[in-house]
């Protein structure tokens, strides 16, 4: 049985306790937020039979082997910190933390207290993601990406989280380094970062306030953002997100020496571009060899629903199992060390530029 | 328009929360209808003031807009110092649990804080919904009034909204309990008018892209939102009343199926599937339990304690309130519908 806390009891606390509790040998003995009433109410809808306002005492009580921080970042170093020191492991939700320097003191803490970190990048799960790497492990590129792009767009008209930020003028999320795209972006550029190598990426970016916002007067906030990103062995990669493109798309793009992928997180589909055929055949048959390969997705897409492996947060279970496993049974963990600190590092240097732009 | 029959006089201090929201703005302009002369709006900084700045516009010195969150405790302290009478509107309507909690508890919590220390308060209006109330095992066509249940397991409805109010009503009660808040609840039906865009879902639901027309001959909770404003007004205003609970509902309730066809008929048509209760009870309980076997794939958004509550055949009762406050619903049902269906007609319906 392994032994669960959750820190902090917002919106995104409730995700991970209804994938814990789905999750064979788990236990969640407790939830902390610094508002009590927070902590109770997710207590009692849980049935867990302790909350608390104070971490220390939550570490104390419990004894958790790993905690879920489900906090806004600017509070993960911190709350990391005091759950490493208590010998516990701990799942950060996404963004993992303000910048790359809070990243490196926790790895290297995670490190010195030999105990294990991820952060929830739930994508990079998802049954199209996983597909995506096992053809990659096999050799299907011919070797490593030559260029990579990934899209990732937010679309205004979900309410919850856009009434949520632009109804309030003191949004936790306004406070961030990179304010709403340091809050969204990190997935985006975690699918680009697994395949980048070194530590020092050279990023150009530019990023603007789009007409949509501009209308309703919200001038502080950037929700178009383009990248180039370029490694030390020259991969490059297009970042693309927006708030205006529709429909939303939430795609990876990976060119290879012999082959490359499409990979769609929305429609979880993975499309092989079909090799080119001479003269007119070119026109014909890469069409329909797309069509099969559509039909192939959307048939397995069903398949794994009749056999309830499809559920809206799949990404979400997966990798908190496999960094369950990874605890107990001394594996790697799901999401590399070195991708979670090439992710922070390209955020932090896009939101500098930014910052400079404005 | 002030009765001796009133809670306060006319230069008491009101605080408002949620004013400038649907019902909200039209609380605002029942007090000053009723005039009252020393109204303090709450609002969020962020929000969209169109409709209280016109109702305010010539009443600017009866009326005071005191920007703040009620997530802030300093906030709720300015908000509640020196108030006599305080309607509480605002409300969560996030679809996360989280987040219709902390905005429809903990900023009730924190307002209530802030009102302990007051030694004028007379009297607490929580507006609450008639959403709260389980209407299970009890027989179909039963009249639901202020005696109905309230759902005892919130949470498994689960609908973020009505597990806020719930909580709410149940928080109130304890502060009453334990500090002695006086307190009224008012638990409007399903309130309509200009300004409104959805039908009710009582009357059916669009999730799988056709409307599914569920309330056939059950009678539609409608509350014109005149009258809902001026029933809320006058149960913070009438003497005598406190610890009471109150349902607001119009008179002569159209049916579903009566509201359904005006409705095509004066604003325009589409496609609707009748789906008979029974019927759709067995598919909310296949819901439920396959949600429950296959761990989630399917939220269990469609469940029996949500069929029950909302589309199990029901009659309404607004007796108590129009006894005990003496509230009579001045705009007429027809009347009412007329200046609805015009107005949705007008700006463009968003089913």
Redesign the interface.
Known sequence: MIRVAIVG???Q??QHA?EIQ?IPGCQIVGFCDK?E??AK??A??FDVKHYFVDINELLYVTSPQVVHVTTPPQSHLALGTLCLEAGANVLFEKPFTLNSSEAEQILQLAGEKNLKITVGHNVQFCHAAMKMRELIKKGYLGGPPIHLESIWCYNFAD??YT??L?????HWVRSLPGKMLHNIVSHGISKIAEFLTGTSPHVIAYGYTSNFLKRIEEYDILDELRAIITDQNDTTAYFTFSTQINPAIHQLRIYGQKNSLVVDDLHQTVIRVPQNYKSYLNHFIPPLLEAKQFLSNSATNIGK?LR?????EQGRRTLIELFYHSVLQQAPVPIPYGEILLTSKIMDSIFEQLRLQE | MISNDFLISSNALILITGSNGFIGSRVVQALLDYGFSNLRCFVRPSSNLKTLNRIISDNSKKVRLIKGNLLCREDCEKAAKGVSLVFHLAAGIEKTFAGCFMDSVVTTRNLLDALLDNGLLKRFVNVSSLTVYSNTNTSTNRVLDETGEVERQPAARHEPYAYGKIKQDELLLEYNKKFGIPYVIVRPGDVYGPGKMKISGKVGIDTFGIFLHLGGPNPIPLTYIDNCAEAIALCGLRKGINGQVFNTIDDELPTSRGFLKMYKSHVRPFKSLYVPYPLFYCFCFLWEKYSGWSKGQLPPIFNRKRCVAHWKHTGYSNQKIKKMVGWHPRVPIDQALTRYFEYMRRTGDQQ
Request: aromatic content about 14%.
């Open positions: 009891c917002g919106r606390a409730d209804i789905s508002e009433l927070m109410q997710i009692e809808r309410p919850g009434k949520a632009l109804g309030d003028s003191d629903f309830n492996d499809f559920y809206f």
